[in-house]
């Protein structure tokens, strides 16, 4: 009965955290559609979050717990794992900017459609992997949030808070591209708020395995190679997206903008946790 109101406790402190990319999502929800040049910039940001996650906090930790070979081993499976799974994946077929009127006047009205219709398709896709890679982040925070929990409510609530504040702006990298590629408020607050949903599921799934099943060197692994999935689709999908519709040096100081803020962010973040965590 102890165990259960303790799981029930971290669940609820999670999800302060993890819902809080509902509310990044509402700030994209209540604001106008993004012009492509804005998104493109986003889409730098948001590359420069990914970036800074995968090597700064999950491709660290694999380094730090397994050693320098182990954890590069790990941290390459995965991109090269999903080097293989993207030949099987169809890409969007790049859409021609149209930059002028007289460039629009030749495309036509069907054709602009068409390019149009592209181009969403090509964010959505963007918008979908960024969901994927910070829900697969926010999994381990979720982990941090029960731990601390357990040596005591206040450690447990400190670092809620604080992966709350961390979390929404993952919650505005997600919900743009998706409001930009579907036109819909709903959709991209609920796909915003899934990648949140993964910090109370990792209370779940660590209360139940990590006492008995799941070996803790595994575990770092695994999410080494998870820093190494996100290298690879930060830099194969989102980079250039953002470079086709903001340009290569407005996209590179955005990139660096979003390492910079996520660097600090984590670094807030770690000094809430409690030092043998």
Request: charged share 15%.
């Amino acid at each position: 009965m102890v165990m259960d109101s303790q799981v029930l406790l971290g669940v609820a402190l999670s999800s302060v955290g993890g819902f809080s990319t509902s509310i990044g999502a509402l700030f994209v929800i209540l604001s106008k559609a993004p012009s492509l040049k804005v998104l493109g910039l986003l889409q730098g940001f948001a590359a420069g979050l990914m970036l800074s996650i995968s090597f700064f906090d999950l491709t660290h930790n694999a380094l730090n717990s397994l050693g320098f070979l182990r954890g590069n081993l790990w941290f390459f499976a995965g991109v090269i794992f999903f080097a293989v799974v993207a030949k099987f994946i169809p890409e969007p077929t790049a859409a021609p900017p149209i930059s002028d009127e007289k460039s629009t006047k030749k495309v036509g009205k069907e054709g602009s459609k068409d390019i149009m219709k592209r181009r969403r398709r090509q964010v959505l896709v963007s918008g979908v992997i960024t969901a994927i890679g910070i829900s697969l982040h926010n999994f381990p925070e979720g982990m941090a949030v029960y731990l601390g929990s357990m040596k005591g409510i206040r450690v447990g609530l400190n670092l809620a808070l604080a992966i709350a504040l961390h979390n929404i702006p993952e919650g505005v990298a997600v919900a743009l591209p998706v409001y930009f590629a579907t036109q819909s408020k709903w959709e991209a607050f609920k796909l915003a708020s899934l990648s949140g949903f993964a910090e109370p599921l990792g209370v779940v799934i660590v209360a139940c395995l990590f006492p008995t099943s799941l070996n803790p060197e595994i575990l770092e692994g695994i999410l080494g190679s998870v820093g190494g999935v996100m290298a690879f689709l930060t830099l194969h999908e989102m980079l250039p997206l953002a470079f086709e519709y903001a340009g290569q040096k407005q996209s590179v100081k955005a990139v660096f903008c979003g390492m910079a803020f996520m660097s600090a962010s984590l670094y807030f973040l770690r000094r809430s946790l409690p030092e043998n965590m």
